[in-house]
């Protein structure tokens, strides 16, 4: 069993700053790229950003220059600095894994449970 839970989430006013956290946990052999995602009401889930295990990254255009993503490999763990929030980042934050268990061939995808992000005065 893999489980990823996230923490961090909540209400920020515009222009403000949260940091979310994902932590991975389970019989894990190995992680390949870990991410997040976000699914705003009415829209479809969106790659924010995502980050290899050698730590490249990819942004989406909207969140560049505002949001920065790492991971501490050591601790299973993925982070996502969020700052200058405005109202349309507003979104259920999810955080997802590349990830082989011990004992598995290949890899296969991990999903959070979500976490709310609220930006609104």
């Known amino acids: 069993q893999v489980q990823l839970v996230e923490s961090g989430g909540g209400l920020v006013q515009p222009g403000g700053s949260l940091r979310l956290s994902c932590a991975a946990s389970?019989?894990?052999?190995?992680?390949?790229?870990m991410g997040w995602y976000r699914q705003a009401p009415g829209k479809q889930r969106e790659l924010v950003a995502d980050i290899t295990s050698g730590g490249s990254t990819k942004y989406a255009d909207s969140v560049k220059g505002r949001f920065t993503i790492s991971r501490d490999n050591a601790k299973d763990t993925v982070y996502l600095q969020m700052s200058s929030l405005k109202p349309e980042d507003t979104a259920v934050y999810y955080c997802n894994a590349d990830i082989q268990r011990v004992g598995v061939r290949y890899a296969y995808d991990y999903w959070g449970q979500g976490t709310q992000v609220t930006v609104s005065s």
């Open positions: 389970g019989n894990i052999f190995s992680i390949n790229a």
